[in-house]
């Protein structure tokens, strides 16, 4: 196993793919290696008929995400090198594949979700977190600019809410998370892994071209006038397919559907 390999672990199990950051001693910061390597993942995920659902995640229960690799940083300024822009140049933000990924996905946060580390959970659609953890955009601290979280956070709670979050740069706690909705549940440390089990369990129980569709839809659809969004037909149709016929025929039979995704 190569060093970038150890540093994102990479498993499916039974339909479901396990994303694990595991940079414990650098508080699972993101370098670029780890960004390169997520874009890579999440683009295989996406590409595999075989995978359903993902759950990214990181080691240990300091950190999900601290965010970038600040002394990777720091060495390239001092080498006289600029630092990557979001949305420019040869490689792809790591945090728009994610959301961008046409499969439910689930951020299960074993510890505090900081700065890029918390936009990487907000471009999931689902964010589980054991209750010791923070959240929060330190960006205006470090002179960054938090390109991605001031598109997406007034999407995901009230404005006002997100301007707090973006102009001060205090973290809040995973119960404040789960009251203005940037959180779906919150349990204990160590009931966080069966949890999330159970949820995505939950998950892929369902037809997954049913699934794909509501991912394609929300996504896409975002933004549009309810009408246009409703004229939408983005992702794979279910109402054609065999997996239609076989969840009405299982229901009619009393019996658990077999999915075939087609």
Same mark, same amino acid.
């Given at each position: 196993?190569?060093?970038?390999?150890?540093?994102?672990?990479?498993?499916?199990?039974?339909?479901?793919?396990?994303?694990?950051?595991?940079?414990?001693?650098?508080?699972?910061?993101?370098?670029?290696?780890?960004?390169?390597?997520?874009?890579?993942?999440?683009?295989?995920?996406?590409?595999?008929?075989?995978?359903?659902?993902?759950?990214?995640?990181?080691?240990?229960?300091?950190?999900f995400s601290a965010g970038a690799d600040?002394?990777?940083?720091?060495?390239?300024?001092?080498?006289?090198?600029?630092?990557?822009?979001?949305?420019?140049?040869p490689t792809r933000n790591f945090h728009? #594949?994610? $959301?961008? +990924?046409?499969?439910?996905?689930?951020? %299960?946060?074993? @510890?505090?979700? /900081?700065?890029?580390?918390?936009? *990487?959970?907000?471009?999931?659609d689902l964010r589980i977190a054991a209750?010791?953890?923070?959240?929060?955009?330190?960006?205006?601290?470090?002179?960054?600019?938090?390109?991605?979280?001031?598109?997406?956070?007034?999407?995901?709670?009230?404005?006002?809410?997100?301007?707090?979050?973006?102009?001060?740069?205090?973290?809040?706690?995973?119960?404040?998370?789960?009251?203005?909705?940037?959180?779906?549940?919150?349990?204990?440390?160590?009931?966080?892994?069966?949890?999330?089990?159970?949820?995505?369990?939950?998950?892929?129980?369902? #037809?997954? $071209?049913? +699934?794909?569709?509501?991912?394609?839809? %929300?996504?896409? @659809?975002?933004? /549009?006038?309810?009408?246009?969004? *409703?004229?939408?037909?983005?992702?794979?149709?279910?109402?054609?397919?065999?997996?239609?016929?076989?969840?009405?025929?299982?229901?009619?039979?009393?019996?658990?559907?077999?999915?075939?995704?087609?």
């Amino acid at each position: 196993m190569s060093s970038i390999e150890e540093e994102v672990r990479f498993e499916v199990r039974d339909r479901v793919a396990h994303i694990t950051i595991n940079r414990p001693e650098r508080r699972n910061a993101l370098s670029y290696p780890v960004q390169d390597r997520l874009v890579e993942l999440f683009g295989r995920c996406d590409a595999d008929p075989g995978v359903w659902a993902v759950v990214i995640t990181g080691t240990g229960d300091r950190a999900f995400s601290a965010g970038a690799d600040l002394k990777e940083l720091d060495e390239v300024a001092r080498r006289g090198e600029q630092i990557r822009v979001p949305m420019t140049g040869p490689t792809r933000n790591f945090h728009e #594949a994610l $959301l961008e +990924l046409g499969k439910p996905t689930i951020a %299960a946060l074993n @510890g505090h979700a /900081l700065a890029g580390g918390f936009e *990487l959970a907000m471009a999931a659609d689902l964010r589980i977190a054991a209750d010791h953890i923070q959240l929060g955009m330190p960006e205006a601290k470090r002179g960054m600019g938090a390109n991605f979280a001031t598109v997406l956070l007034p999407r995901l709670v009230p404005r006002a809410i997100a301007l707090e979050l973006l102009y001060t740069g205090e973290p809040i706690s995973a119960q404040r998370g789960l009251e203005i909705g940037l959180l779906n549940r919150v349990v204990h440390f160590d009931d966080l892994e069966a949890e999330t089990e159970k949820l995505v369990r939950s998950i892929v129980a369902n #037809a997954p $071209l049913s +699934l794909r569709r509501y991912k394609e839809m %929300a996504t896409k @659809g975002w933004e /549009l006038s309810v009408h246009a969004a *409703l004229r939408l037909n983005a992702g794979p149709n279910p109402y054609t397919s065999e997996d239609r016929e076989e969840g009405v025929r299982a229901f009619v039979e009393k019996r658990a559907p077999r999915w075939q995704g087609r």
